[in-house]
């Protein structure tokens, strides 16, 4: 079934013409694949290596957002997510347009007339804009860039902007209002290229054996990828499904099957299989705990990817019933009809007037804001899922269609009803600009405003939710009834449509644009990441300590394992793992001893960073016993002469009779980095959530990054041919081959790079001692970094950056003859391959807070409300005493990418604490797994048995 989806082709304009006595009906067709420019299916292209493909000048251009009456775009950029959102509301605000609604005679009747007419084709003409301009070869691309007076394709295709696209159907579901307008048929076919594009490019690039990947390698699954490719392939089903209803075959210009499986590409039998593998794949992920799907996102779902989840659900249960064959079929059918309700209602139990957390977290306790904003957008998206387009409110009668919603879940749907009367009563007030317009983001604990735009996604989105939606409820009615309801009702339809129209005028008036405005405006974070952290930071964050266990020596890493034991693995320098069991008991024999094995650190040394530095459980820990450590050995034979040591990271496996004992003989070297000094080891390795282990390796002299030690002229930092000054990222359950002892990710960025190692994840980087990963995958890789003199730093990595060292330190040019400054005033913003140098999230410099930052997590636990979904970064001594120190950062409300940051008081009745500090040196931050921080912590600065300490962070009081 998947080859021929990834065969079939017929172009756009062959269907139309099949399709052309079929008034009222629309399909889906692929595109040819054909190297020869094709009708209907955009301008002849130029393919670019460097810049994408370059396309003909889009005939309109729609910015991200309005800056002070100006538009604002993201730096000579326009996205197809900003077209599609102003395409949706455009559309739906144009069908309201009615006589039986906004235009009806208690109202306003010239509405029903020209401006109906006119809202229809500045729908057509965005949409030809993108088919035209963004669809090429069937795939849809993310944005286009002005580059040289050109236009080109640019960033990767988005599984989110392929189910954006696919709703356009709706242009179908609705184009009749139009008939006497003569444009009923035209706005009927006009989609059917785009959803063409979008169905086949997913199933030919983004789909196997059940799962859609964010990638065409199917190395990228999780979550999103299932919901929104779920979601972007539902125009297939729903063409099958309209056809199959009462009177479906007459109502598609009686269109047979076998002409309909012809246009399409697919007969309801291959289909059917298709919908197995999914079902089969979706059973298998299902959490009946969490009563959720966990693809490795730990239970949190975006709001606006659980809505696109359960969107898709509708289509697979609707064609289950319709087409499925026995028992087996309509029993999947039901089992996903009660998990999307199931999630549906964990999801309302949030709902408050001002809508719902842009992330929600299900957990075994019931569903949590795992947000402390709300998306505007998203919010509308969820709602139009649930009431637009065949949604889950949209049920099509049939004989073996079971009306599940309304027959099993009449309280459901009661309760989406309630929920959207109070959204839209709230919106005519409190989601509002001092213009009018809908905002951004409103704060979830109090509604209140955070950023006000507005943007074309707010306006769009808005607009298609509040069309499909405010007839739900029982608060708004059409002006067709309105001689018979109460005047609150009247007035607060007539203050809605008003509403809906100040949108639809932003956009047809400020936001369709016949010329490209080039302006200095800074990205417009018109798409902002629902669970972002409140603009502004607490204004007095505080925090207690609470101890756990002392008499450890020099503590530096920490791992708690999944197995419900509440245990705490404790790594010490010296070279051994101790075991912290539930209770706080400090068991007295070690987990794992590698003091034989261990290049100690050196006694006559104020500080030194060799030993047992990083452990990581493996994420089958509880079931296979396998983890990792990373530590410092003696030099191997073979390694430069004068070198110093090698740096070994090693698997090994719990002992089979003891749970609290390593069987230190099940070593199995993994990899082993020669360094040519002492210092600049880096330290923690981290299992990420998608299942690769990630591990840090400082440069490896401390020289200024340049010198002895280090790759003539660029460094070991720069040097993509060796390993020093990275973040690798292997596959440790695939044993390698003769070259190395592990496997390569096959989407890892350098492969096929010349001159570059395939495990760099990314480089640039001084001494990464932390890496960590958001609990709930917002975010991406946070990497301490260890400054040279003047600045610490934690950079944020998707993968494929040059962070900047030893041509930056941070952000900050960086002269190694002078590393104590004065600072360069300008230094080069590319690496040696050309490639930009990419700035870290949090800055700070030592004079005004710290000395060398050790940590950063993102907090998700429950305890410290002021430091939810923000980043809490550790630094070793504000002073060089032992006084270690918090901070809390979060992204700032400007759109820049370097994040706002604020001391935290570590508040406690400790006799000789510096006020706001710890009086030890913190050694780094810990997690545990209910994401509970930990600091490791030191009384001194050497490896004095007894000498460490853990605390565990609480709130302060306790």
Sequence with gaps: ???????????????????????????????????????GAGPPVVGDPANGVRVADPALFVPAAMDEGEPAFHDNQVRVKDYLAALHGTFVLGATYRDSEMGHGNYQPDFAGAPMEAMAQQSLAILAVVEESFLIDGELAEALCLEDDAWYTCGEPRLRDYASAGYVYHLHHMAERW???????????????????????????????????????????????????????????????????????????????????????????????????????????????????????????????????????????????QFGEGEEDAEAAWRLFQRSATMLDGILELAEPWGIPGAIGFTTEGTRAASDTVDVAGVSSFITHLTGGYGYL????????????????????????????????????????????????????????????????????????????????????????????????????????????????????????ETFADLPAEPTPSEPTPSDPAATLPEEPRVGVELIADGLTAPLDMAAPDDGSGRLFVAEQSGTIRVITADGELREAPFLDLRDRIRHPNPDLNFDERGLLGVALHPDFADNGRFFVYYSTPLR???????????????????????????????????????????????????????????????????????????????????????????????????????????????????????????????????????????????????????????????????????????????????????????????????????????????????????????????????????????????????????????????????????EMRQVEIVSEVEGFLPGTINRYIMTLGRDQDGELYLLTNAVRDETPGGGALYRVVAPGE
């Design 1 to 39: 079934m998947k080859d021929k989806l990834r065969q079939a082709q017929i172009p756009a304009m062959l269907l139309l013409v099949l399709a052309t006595a079929a008034v009222g009906y629309f399909v889906i067709a692929p595109f040819v694949d054909s190297d020869e420019p094709q009708e």
């Design 179 to 321: 008939d006497e307008h003569g444009l009923g048929t035209q706005l009927t076919f006009a989609p059917v290229g785009l959803m063409a594009g979008v169905g086949n490019a997913v199933f030919a690039h983004h789909y196997a054996d059940g799962h859609f990947y964010h990638d065409p390698g199917h190395a990228d699954l999780d979550g999103e990828s299932m919901a929104y490719g779920l979601d972007a392939i539902h125009p297939h089903y729903y063409a099958w499904i309209r056809w199959a209803s009462p009177d479906g075959e007459g109502d598609m210009g009686a269109l047979t099957a076998e002409r309909l499986a012809g246009q399409l590409g697919n007969t309801p039998g291959e289909l059917l299989g298709v919908s197995r593998e999914i079902v089969g794949a979706l059973d298998e992920a299902w959490d009946e705990e969490r009563r959720v799907y966990d693809f490795g996102n730990d239970g949190v779902w975006e709001l606006e990817a659980v809505a696109s989840l359960i969107r898709g659900h509708k289509v697979l249960y609707e064609f289950l019933y």
């Design 394 to 513: 949209r049920e099509r009668e049939g004989e073996r269609s079971a009306l599940l919603a309304e027959t099993h879940r009449p309280d459901l749907v009661e309760a989406i009803g309630e929920f959207t009367d109070a959204w839209l009563e709230h919106a005519l007030d409190g989601l509002l600009d001092d213009d009018g317009h809908i905002v951004n983001t409103v704060a979830y604990d109090d509604g209140s405003i955070l950023e006000r735009g507005p943007s074309a996604r707010a306006a769009g989105y808005f607009l298609a939710a509040a069309g499909n939606s405010y007839l739900q409820g029982e608060s708004f009615e059409p002006p067709l009834g309105w001689n018979e309801e109460e005047a609150a009702v009247v007035e607060r339809s007539e203050r809605l449509y008003d509403l809906m129209q100040r949108q639809g005028e932003l956009i047809r008036d400020q936001m369709l644009l």
């Design 637 to 899: 034979a073979g390694a430069p002469v004068g070198w110093n040591h090698t740096s070994r990271l090693s698997e090994f496996t719990v002992s089979a009779e003891d749970e609290h004992r390593a069987d230190p003989g099940s070593e199995r070297i993994i990899l082993q980095v020669d360094q040519p000094g002492i210092s600049h080891n880096a330290g923690h390795i981290r299992f990420g959530p998608d299942g690769y282990l990630y591990v840090p390796l400082g440069d490896g002299a401390a020289t200024a990054g340049v010198g002895e030690g280090h790759t003539p002229e660029i460094g070991n930092a720069q040097d993509r041919t060796n390993l020093l000054g990275s973040v690798l990222r292997i596959d440790v359950d695939d044993e390698g081959d003769e070259e190395r002892a592990y496997g390569i990710p096959p989407d890892n960025p350098f492969i096929g790079v010349e001159d570059a190692r395939p495990e760099i994840w990314a480089y640039g980087l001084r001494n990464p001692f932390d890496i960590s990963f958001d609990p709930e995958n917002e975010y991406g890789l946070l990497i301490a970094d260890a400054g040279e003199a003047l600045f610490e730093w934690v950079n944020m990595s998707e993968g494929g950056e040059n962070f900047g060292w030893s041509i930056r330190e941070g952000s900050n040019c960086f002269d190694p003859q002078q590393r104590r400054g004065p600072v360069p005033e300008e230094c080069p913003d590319e690496g040696p391959f050309g490639e930009p140098l990419v700035d870290p999230v949090v800055e700070y410099a030592r004079a005004d807070y710290g000395t060398v930052v050790v940590g950063a997590q993102i907090y998700r636990g429950n305890e410290l409300d002021d430091l939810q979904g923000r980043m809490v970064v550790a630094d070793w001594s504000i002073d060089g005493g032992p006084n270690g120190v918090l901070f809390v950062a979060a992204p700032g409300n400007d759109g820049s990418p370097s994040w």
